[in-house]
């Protein structure tokens, strides 16, 4: 009998184990949308095969010893502000073409990246824990005399990511706002949604996975412990819009709600039957959003005016 609990123990242990290594792999090294992904679906693989065309050049900046890949495009408002792309967990650059196409005629130029092990860029996906900095990164690469000013625009794990940079940048004077789309507050909110509508196991597995995560990016358990993005959009220093579709099952409303309640003056536009990722993909949600989009960067009570004047 005691060797039949032994084993079973075992097996257990192993079961476990292996759930914790899959979540843990799943996590960090999430499948890459590159130009041949979008190549086999036939979808745009870059900015020069939208309709209409956009001219663009691919760049590399330094960012924690990697060298981080992304687009700097052509918009088509010279006196619009510069949007800075930062795409959700498992998504690219590439992924952010329908966003890029909508936002040409509000913007002076788009920049789009890839967020570490996402895309063109190395690395594995920290979760949002480290990801901030990256993006100062970027801004700082874009920075100079006479520069436009800069919207930082994130959807799901990239919406966090801008609001941290947006705290975290030093060049305050050029962030005119700051649009969330998808956003959540706490780190394991998408995962364990998506786990739980799976129904996969994840009540034992995700906890360790996102702490082995946490311990392999250098993350303390305080710093972690601040990971809300309700707490980062109430410290932020400029405007800030957040959209979010109200059938959106992977990030729940009531993240978005209290996301935009806790910044004073912080603005929420429900999408009217947009899931998680299709506000920009279907006609109707793309119209809405495109619109609130365009209110947000033209209202000088927003983002201080900084919509396309041309």
């Known amino acids: 009998m005691m060797g039949l609990l032994l084993l079973l123990a075992f097996g257990l ?6 759930l914790i290594a899959s979540t843990y792999s799943t996590l960090r ?3 890459r949308r590159t130009y041949s992904w979008a190549v086999s679906r036939g979808v745009p693989g870059d900015p020069g095969e939208l309709t209409p065309a956009l001219a663009f050049r691919r760049f590399g900046f330094e960012s924690r010893g990697r060298r981080l890949i992304a687009w700097d495009i052509d918009g088509n408002c010279p006196t619009g502000p510069v949007a800075v792309l930062t795409h959700g967990w498992s998504d690219s650059k590439v992924g952010a073409l329908a966003r890029v196409s909508a936002l040409a005629p509000m913007c002076s ?17 920290e979760l949002g824990m480290r990801e901030g900095e990256d993006l100062v990164a970027l801004l700082e690469s874009l920075d100079g005399p006479g520069s436009a000013r800069i919207v930082l625009f994130g959807w799901s794990l990239g919406a966090g990511v801008s609001l941290v940079a947006g705290n ?11 649009i969330a789309e998808a956003p959540y507050r706490l780190v394991e909110t998408p995962a364990r949604n998506v786990m739980r509508a799976q129904r996969s196991p994840w009540r034992l597995n995700l906890p360790v996975a996102i702490w082995l995560i946490r311990r392999r990016a250098g993350v303390s358990a305080g710093a972690l412990a601040q990971f809300d993005r309700a707490g980062w959009a109430r410290e932020l220093p400029c405007p800030l819009l957040v959209l979010h579709g109200t059938d959106d099952v992977v990030c729940p409303l009531e993240d978005a709600r209290a996301i935009a309640n806790a910044k004073a003056g912080g603005m929420l536009v429900e999408i009217e039957s947009a899931r998680h990722n299709d506000v920009w993909v279907r006609p109707s949600t793309r ?14 009570d927003q983002a201080t005016g900084v919509g396309c004047s041309s």
């Open 13 to 18: 242990g192993l079961y476990a184990s292996f």
């Open 29 to 31: 090294f999430p499948r």
């Open 109 to 125: 130029r788009i920049v789009a990246w890839d967020l570490p092990g996402h895309g063109e860029s190395p690395g594995a996906c």
């Open 168 to 178: 975290q940048w030093q060049n305050r004077d050029r962030l005119a706002g700051v």
């Open 287 to 300: 119209e809405r959003a495109i619109d609130a989009v365009r209110q947000f960067l033209a209202n000088p």
